[in-house]
C-alpha cells in the first residue's frame, strides 16, 4: 500500500495573498512591563507634573475676570 501525503503549501501561499498580508496592528499604549524602574518612577512623576496646553486657563480667566469685576465695584481702577 501506498504512503499518504503528509503535507503540502500548494494554493495557501496564493490565498493568503488575497486579501493581502498584513502587518499586526500596533497598541497605542505600549506597554511598560519589564521596563527600567528608575525610567518609569521619572515617567510617572514627568507625566504627573506635566500640564498640558490650555488647561486651567478656563479658571484662570474667570478668576482674573471676577478680581476685575470688584475693582470695579469699589471704583479702584
Do not use: W
Amino acid at each position: 500500500m501506498a504512503k499518504s501525503k503528509n503535507h503540502t503549501a500548494h494554493n495557501q501561499s496564493y490565498k493568503a495573498h488575497r486579501n493581502g498580508i498584513k502587518k499586526p496592528k500596533r497598541q497605542r499604549q505600549a506597554s511598560t512591563k519589564g521596563m527600567d524602574p528608575k525610567f518609569l518612577r521619572n515617567l510617572r512623576y514627568s507625566r504627573k507634573h506635566n500640564v498640558k496646553a490650555g488647561e486651567g486657563e478656563v479658571e484662570n480667566f474667570m478668576r482674573t475676570f471676577f478680581i476685575y469685576k470688584m475693582c470695579l465695584r469699589m471704583q479702584c481702577l
